[in-house]
């Protein structure tokens, strides 16, 4: 696969090593010719200076024939500008953008982008999921399905405790996908029971979330 | 008839004098109080600080009711970014960005923007008095 990466920041930098090491064809395009000599040494002849929002960079760089142009920036204006530079002029099938304000990922995607990665979503999400107080996580968000992955703690009043899953109504577009039970992961059955102190981790509809949430009897907001 | 522009530089601080002293409700972002200074002393209009790719920015600057925004930034991304925020997240009905790169702007204008490129411009405008006045010279000394 051709793949076209434009912004030699931390992330262009390890994203360029790794697909490289995967086995793919890149070109990482960076504006400051200083880091560009310096990723040169390292990486051979895959680097090139230039502004990858112009066009004539991304056409000097083969980009009509490139499968998919990943621009990490650390600027959202630019990595959106050329990802819709990289499908209008060069219709590049999959163009991906980091989003560095996750206010922007909305934006991004009614603009045809084809995948936005927020990192300052990432990092929260791990925060999050590190901070033990919290009853109810919200693990991962599957954008394309509006589907979500979260993860509730049953707690001893929990209207669900001591219940089987063939016993309790869950509301609709929610299954529970695994229970973490100690150190044992259970994928359940209708006659599975939820005891206290059990992690489920369920695959719901977003607008089910604060449903769920509630049949599960974790009002600690997310 | 309300309207914010983002960007207080030469053009943008001009464009808001202009359209203050018209009578129009007008609101001017920059990422730098410090560009205010262009605006003159009698400007009625309204100052945010802040950059226009945020929308909450461009909410405090009035961009809800707005009927025109101008994205007059020396970034052409961020002008081209901006615009396509208040197109399509706030719908605003006039949306005009200056793109200094003529590629960049011929992409967006296709793409539906509506767009000024100072470079063919202002390029067309000088080109027009170097060759444009040569060939008139020499017309009418043909002439005469």
């Known amino acids: ?222 | 008839m309300k309207v914010v522009i983002m960007g207080c530089g030469r053009v943008g601080a001009r464009i808001a004098s202009i359209l203050d002293h018209n009578g129009h409700d007008v609101a001017v972002v920059d990422i730098d109080a410090r560009a205010f200074r262009r605006l003159p002393n009698d400007f009625r209009g309204n100052t945010v600080i802040g950059t226009g790719i945020d929308e909450d920015v461009l909410r405090a600057a009035g961009i809800e009711d707005a009927s025109a925004f101008v994205a007059v930034t020396n970034g052409d991304n961020r002008n081209i970014m901006a615009a396509q925020v208040a197109r399509l997240m706030f719908e605003v009905p006039e949306v005009i960005c200056r793109i200094y790169d003529p590629v960049r702007e011929d992409t967006y204008r296709r793409l539906g923007l509506t767009t000024v490129c100072p470079t063919t411009t202002v390029s067309a405008l000088i080109l027009d008095h170097v060759i444009g006045a040569g060939d008139l010279l020499g017309a009418r000394g043909r002439e005469a």
Do not use: W
Not at chain 1, 40 to 47: D, I, M, P, Q
């Open chain 1, 1 to 222: 696969m051709y793949i076209i990466v434009v912004g030699g920041g931390k992330v262009g930098y390890y994203l360029t090593k790794t697909l490289l090491n995967e086995g793919h064809e890149v070109l990482l395009i960076e504006r400051n010719p200083e880091k560009v000599s310096t990723f040169a040494e390292r990486f051979g002849a895959v680097v090139v200076a230039g502004d990858g929002a112009e066009a004539a960079t991304l056409a000097a760089a083969g980009a009509a024939r490139a499968d998919v142009v990943i621009a990490v920036t650390g600027e959202d204006e630019d990595n959106l500008v050329v990802c819709q530079s990289a499908r209008q002029k060069f219709h590049v099938g999959r163009t991906i953008a980091r989003v560095n304000n996750p206010k922007n990922e909305q934006l991004f995607r009614l603009l045809g982008i084809d995948v936005t990665v927020s990192q300052t979503n990432y990092i929260l999400n791990l925060i999050e999921q590190s901070i033990p107080e919290r009853s109810f996580l919200h693990l991962l968000s599957l954008r394309h399905a509006d589907l979500a992955i979260i993860e509730a703690k049953i707690g001893e009043g929990s209207p669900v405790t001591n219940r089987t899953i063939a016993e309790v109504q869950l509301p609709v577009d929610c299954v529970i996908a695994a229970i973490a039970r100690g150190p044992e992961l259970i994928v359940p059955t209708p006659a599975t029971q939820i005891l206290p102190g059990d992690d489920i981790i369920a695959l719901t509809h977003r607008e089910q979330e604060d449903e769920l949430r509630r049949l599960l009897g974790c009002f600690v907001a997310t």
